[in-house]
């Protein structure tokens, strides 16, 4: 088996790997396929979570080159990186700020970590991903340095916010968003009204709510939201 030089073309980036080639042509990369010339978004969210855990361009070079084989130097990945350090606009009408938690190998142990997002919707109706953090667990504390890299980066106001039931993350958003409207997201709410529906009862009061808040109006929300009553 030989191995032999392929390029490949990023949007921001443009890079020469290496890939292992036998004589009967049965070999098949798994990274990046034969006669793949652009690479889909997986390498921008490697390289943005890798990035995100601290880890320096010379870092974030070499692991992508011993784990995938691929030369990157440290000018390019600064070009993705950038992502993440752009200005923002002043205000948002609606923003939904949520961490999920994953299980990850650090130095041979397997240990918990919390992935921050911030996805927005801008005056203009479209989505826009402001912000990806990593932690080691979820907490008020750093939802505060969050909100504090979102003003640094240019907001002066978000007007409402869809947070989940966490302690002490309303008053970390007033705290640097005085004038937001906080409420719960919808599926939190959900399960809050679960807690007084006996079990029983459950599935079919879930299968009536959806009725309301997918209603294409107002009135017919209203209309059986009077109905379930």
């Not at 004589?23 to 990035?51: C, H």
């Not at 409207?181 to 006996?198: A, T």
Request: charged share 25%; net charge neutral.
């Amino acid at each position: 088996m030989v191995k032999r030089l392929k390029q490949s073309n990023r949007l921001l980036a443009l890079f020469d790997l290496e890939t292992l080639r036998d004589r009967d042509g049965s070999f098949e990369p798994e990274i990046i396929k034969k006669r793949q010339m652009l690479l889909n978004e997986s390498l921008d969210n490697k390289v943005l979570a890798l990035y995100a855990i601290g880890m320096s361009y010379e870092a974030i070079s070499e692991h992508l080159s011993e784990m995938y084989g691929l030369e990157i130097s440290s000018a390019k990945i600064s070009l993705i990186t950038e992502w993440r350090n752009r200005s923002l606009e002043s205000v948002y009408p609606i923003v939904f700020l949520d961490a999920m938690h994953f299980k990850v190998r650090v130095d041979g142990k397997v240990i918990s970590r919390a992935f921050y997002t911030v996805l927005a919707v801008n005056s203009e109706g479209k989505k826009d991903i402001l912000g990806l953090y990593l932690s080691e667990a979820e907490g008020a504390r750093f939802w505060l340095g969050v909100l504090n890299d979102l003003k640094a980066r240019g907001v002066d106001d978000l007007l409402n916010a869809n947070i989940d039931g966490l302690k002490g993350f309303p008053d970390a958003i007033t705290e640097v968003f005085p004038n937001t409207e906080v409420q719960l997201c919808f599926v939190h709410q959900i399960r809050n009204l679960l807690k007084y529906v006996v079990s029983k009862d459950q599935k079919a009061f879930i299968a009536d709510l959806k009725l309301v808040y997918k209603a294409s109006s107002k009135d017919l929300a209203e209309l059986h939201l009077l109905e379930m009553g």
